[in-house]
């Protein structure tokens, strides 16, 4: 399971484009969004979370990889997702 934090994601259009984005390039992943916390977990077939975090800012969007997102605590990128700014 590879964890991203994406504070840009603030509405279900934003999960949708996302999940649309991560199977373009995976067609078997599990997408799982909580927009609570803005954290996208997904369980890829056959691709990495470099190739991931390409296709989920491909899509307008700026995860950040979960570990990376714990350190960044207080450092969040401003909120703009698609259609609920």
Do not use: W
Request: contains cysteine; aromatic residues 2%; proline residues 5%.
């Amino acid at each position: 399971m590879i964890t991203f934090e994406v504070q840009d994601m603030t509405c279900g259009h934003c999960v949708n484009t996302i999940a649309k984005a991560v199977r373009a390039i995976d067609q078997g992943a599990q997408v799982i969004a909580d927009l609570a916390t803005h954290r996208l977990q997904i369980e890829p077939t056959q691709s990495d979370r470099l190739q991931l975090s390409d296709a989920i800012r491909e899509a307008g969007y700026t995860p950040v990889p979960i570990a990376d997102a714990e350190m960044a605590v207080g450092h969040a990128a401003p909120r703009s997702g698609c259609c609920c700014r």
